[in-house]
């Protein structure tokens, strides 16, 4: 019944709209199923369109730029507003990323000597040496004076390692100022020579106190003070930076070669041994405890008079210095490289502050170390460029 009024109210507003009085005859009682289902699906369609109509969609682009959309806001405050919101998170994305940046540290276990638990090699030895308990103590046959190196038999090629020799005994030959050598080489070449003959072997002299120098025509320079029977003397090598440096009876005598001087390669310890009855042995390195903390330090700019105060990371056993390093700032200003302050093995451990054509930089007193525990900042990082790192 009530689809039949509907089709009788549809039919009397035709016939309203024409004028024309609507005839018995157009007006039937009964209505076949066909136009039944044809007002239904009249009915659907108008519903649909009247709620469409009724709710326009407010993502719809508009026309004219001010034109308004249902919420009353015109094209072009909604391209305002959307601009702002984009410019906004540029900006947040841009924070963020550069607090990560200036935030990152290599998240890299910090660097331990291996201990140099070693011997001598049979292979890699010079005619005149002996080889005696299980390879630990090597002795020279010789008859007089002549050069013979002996190698160990492990090698290293990357990382940090250190070798105990200690001094058994010395001959002292009036016929060499140098005794005897100790230090690394990237080859086995100088068997029979000592181990600089070649340009891949660095020593410590034991009767003069210097290194040795490969590639050039003063085969020795100023380093450190003499050693002589019954001082142990510490091999410590960082093949990954390429520094070599060295102890006597624990004490540090500073680094003696830094990259530039040394060859890249495989690395093995060294002795060169002069004389008959010379006699040395290699032993553990026993690693000691990396401590970890926070150094104080002071710099001045003597030039200007300027001071800076600051706390870097670094090991209890660290010696610091001024040292210097590229700078991308000091580069494009042409003042050369910047001054940082670095360790006994040439690391850094500071931003650089003033450059090295801009006047002189110096420490002013002692620093001070302060530990810390071992999850502390400095125990398992340390700074690295962030050039893509």
């Not at 024309?20 to 108008?46: F, G, H, M, S, W």
């Not at 305002?80 to 540029?90: G, P, S």
């Not at 947040?92 to 201990?115: G, K, Y």
Request: aromatic fraction near 8%.
């Amino acid at each position: 019944m009530q689809l039949k009024c509907i089709l009788f109210a549809l039919i009397a507003s035709a016939c309203s709209s024409s004028g024309a009085p609507c005839p018995d005859e157009l007006c039937p009682t009964e209505l076949p199923n066909e136009q039944i289902a044809l007002v239904q699906r009249y009915a659907k369609v108008t519903d649909v369109v009247q709620e469409g109509a009724s709710e326009p969609d407010p993502n719809l682009e508009l026309n004219a730029e001010t034109q308004q959309d249902a919420q009353g806001e015109s094209r072009f405050w909604r391209r305002r507003r959307r601009a702002r919101r984009r410019r906004f998170r540029r900006r947040r994305d841009r924070r963020r990323r550069d607090r990560r940046r200036r935030d990152r540290r290599r998240r890299t276990p910090s660097p331990t000597l291996a201990p140099g638990c070693s011997s001598f090699s049979a292979a890699h030895k010079g005619p005149k040496i002996v080889l005696t308990n299980g390879g630990a103590t090597a002795t020279s046959s010789n008859l007089g004076h002549s050069w013979n190196t002996v190698y160990s038999a492990d090698s290293v090629s990357s990382g940090y390692y250190a070798w105990d020799v200690t001094i058994d005994a010395l001959a002292d030959h009036s016929g060499n100022y140098w005794e005897l050598v100790i230090g690394v080489a990237a080859d086995t070449k100088a068997t029979s020579n000592w181990l600089s003959r070649y340009e891949t072997g660095y020593g410590y002299i034991q009767q003069i106190g210097d290194k040795t120098v490969p590639r050039r025509r003063g085969d020795h320079a100023s380093y450190a003070p003499t050693y002589t029977q019954g001082d142990k003397i510490t091999v410590e090598l960082n093949v990954s930076s390429l520094t070599l440096s060295f102890k006597k009876n624990g004490v540090s005598s500073g680094m003696a070669y830094r990259r530039r001087d040394m060859v890249a390669g495989t690395y093995r310890l060294a002795v060169s041994i002069g004389d008959s009855g010379d006699r040395v042995s290699v032993g553990c390195a026993a690693p000691q405890p990396l401590v970890h903390g926070l150094w104080s330090v002071t710099r001045k700019h003597t030039r200007s008079g300027k001071t800076k105060s600051e706390k870097v990371c670094g090991f209890k056993t660290d010696i610091l210095s001024i040292g210097s390093a590229n700078s991308k700032f000091c580069t494009q200003k042409q003042k050369g490289d910047g001054q940082v302050l670095v360790n006994q093995d040439g690391i850094e451990r500071s931003w650089a502050w003033f450059c090295t054509e801009q006047g002189e930089t110096t420490i002013v007193g002692s620093p001070t170390f302060a530990a810390e525990e071992a999850d502390g900042p400095c125990s398992e990082q340390h700074n690295a460029l962030d050039d893509g790192q």
